[in-house]
């Protein structure tokens, strides 16, 4: 059982190339597919019912989650580009 885990731990490891910091970049792509589908949809029944506003329209959301996940390939592309990974 504690082998399986730390084999699944080191192909979890080797899955970010052994970097934090592409893991925070996969993290932030992530977040920003999430927003960008989330600012796609119409939500002003749900908004109505509750009677919040988010002072977004639903425009600026899906911008702000195409920005947030650009921003997360942007990081990635810069943190191997003269990066020498582990074999």
Known sequence: ???TLSNAWE???AFFKYSETIFVARLTMLGGFIAA???AMDWSPIYNLLGA???FTPHQASWLGITTFAKGCLDE???RRNATFPV
Do not use: V
């Open 1 to 3: 059982m504690l082998l």
């Open 11 to 13: 192909e979890t490891k």
């Open 37 to 39: 589908a989330a600012g």
């Open 53 to 55: 506003d988010t002072g």
């Open 77 to 79: 592309f810069l943190r």
